[in-house]
């Protein structure tokens, strides 16, 4: 489940706002096994890491990263 995670995390850093549909398909997994991951890095708020939150954008569900999600992913970016 990690390796997902980071995957995830570089998805978004990379398309922040992907809808989830989307990103189970990139990252080559089912829906289920992508809301189970999601209630680890959803909104501190709801017991997760922060990383991550669910947004309605017209009818589609769509994933951005927090604050602190963005903070992470600019620890692990390449120092060109």
Known sequence: ?????VALLALLSDEDGMSI?????????????????????RP??????DLVERRD??????LFLTERGRAVCAGFAPKL
């Open 21 to 41: 549909h989307k990103a189970c398909k990139k990252l080559g997994q089912s829906m289920s096994e992508m809301l189970r991951l999601l209630s680890v890095l």
């Open 44 to 49: 501190e708020a709801l017991g997760g890491l």
């Open 1 to 5: 489940m990690e390796e997902t995670a």
């Open 57 to 62: 954008n017209a009818g589609r569900v769509c």
